[in-house]
Each structure stands twice: as C-alpha cells, then as structure tokens.
Nanobody
Framework: QVQLVESGGGLVQAGGSLRLSCAAS????????MGWFRQAPGKEREFVAH???????YYSDSVKGRFTISRDNAKNTVYLQMNNLKPEDTTVYYC??????????????????WGQGTQVTVSS
C-alpha cells in the first residue's frame, strides 16, 4: 500500500509560481511512473503531467512550457513546479502512482494510488 501526501498549494497572483510536492510512504515508488492531475468542482479529473521511472516527462498542452514535473527518488517525492500561473489553473491538484501500464499516461485509470489533493488558487 502507498500513501501520498501533497503539499505546497496556496494562493498566488497571476504570473506567480508555486511548487507542489508529493511525498510517498508505505513503499518506494522509484520504479513507478507518477502523475499530477487536477480537478475543478463538477468537472472530470484532468491530466497535468507525467514522469516515468527514468524521469522522462509528458505534459498536457494547457501547462506545457509553464509547469515542470520532477522527482527525487531518494526522498520518494515528486514535484510540480508551476510558473506563470493563470486564474484558470485554480483548482485542486492530485498526485498519483501509475501501476496500470496498459492505460495511457493521461488516463486516470492508469493510476492506482492517489493523494488527498492540495488547493491552488490563482487570483487575477
């Protein structure tokens, strides 16, 4: 079993930056791909970014060039650096562990373990 705890969310002005962290416990996730998703009230969970065990990355078009996903396997932690934030980035962000490799990286079905989420609010 894996427990994920996100942190780093908060309130920031448009154009500002935040760095989200996702700390895993229970077992090491260094051999797993990890992802970040976000979900606004009443909407489906949306893919944001993915990082493989070897640190290759993949982003949604909406965040490409502004967000950077990275990982520190020694700390069992994944990060999401968010720059040039926009009001439309306001929502709850979740990290997840990918265990189902036959699903696409942008599909929630590919991920088995999820954190509780951290709120990001970007004011205009």
């Amino acid at each position: 079993q894996v427990q994920l705890v996100e942190s780093g969310g908060g309130l920031v002005q448009a154009g500002g930056s935040l760095r989200l962290s996702c700390a895993a416990s229970g077992r090491t996730c260094s051999s797993n791909a990890m992802g970040w998703f976000r979900q606004a009230p009443g909407k489906e969970r949306e893919f944001v970014a993915h990082i493989s065990w070897s640190s290759s990355t993949y982003y949604s078009d909406s965040v490409k060039g502004r967000f950077t996903i990275s990982r520190d396997n020694a700390k069992n932690t994944v990060y999401l650096q968010m720059n040039n934030l926009k009001p439309e980035d306001t929502t709850v962000y979740y990290c997840a562990v990918r265990t189902r490799l036959h699903y696409a990286v942008f599909s929630t079905a590919a991920y088995e373990y999820w954190g509780q989420g951290t709120q990001v609010t970007v004011s205009s």
